[in-house]
Nanobody, 119 residues
């Protein structure tokens, strides 16, 4: 079983920046989508950003222009650079790596990493 190891959690003042990282415990093969989701207390888990093996990226409207999703295919690692953070970005952030190859399916989740933005 592959575990996704997340790091980069922390507390920052509004307007600041944080960078989250996600790396698998073992190599992952095949085309996939690396994505980030977040869940604020009492709310559902929401999509934040994703990057495909072909480097197509997608972002939630609320983070466009502030967050950048990056991937390092050689290390199967994903990153989320978060700039101009707002109080409403406070949430538990989850990394997800999901296969797009139907002959090699997998769907891995990280344990979550806490981001707190204070005024």
């Amino acid at each position: 079983q592959v575990e996704l190891l997340e790091s980069g959690d922390g507390s920052v003042q509004a307007g600041g920046s944080l960078r989250l990282s996600c790396a698998p415990s073992r190599p992952i093969y095949g085309d996939n989508v690396m994505a980030w989701y977040r869940q604020a207390p009492g709310k559902q888990r929401d999509f934040v950003a994703s990057s495909s093996s072909g480097t197509v990226t997608n972002y939630a409207e609320s983070v466009k222009g502030r967050f950048t999703v990056l991937r390092e295919n050689g290390k199967n690692s994903a990153y989320l650079q978060m700039n101009s953070l707002k109080v409403e970005d406070t949430a538990q952030y989850y990394c997800n790596i999901k296969s797009t190859d139907r002959w090699r399916p997998y769907d891995y989740w990280g344990q979550g990493t806490r981001v707190t933005v204070f005024p």
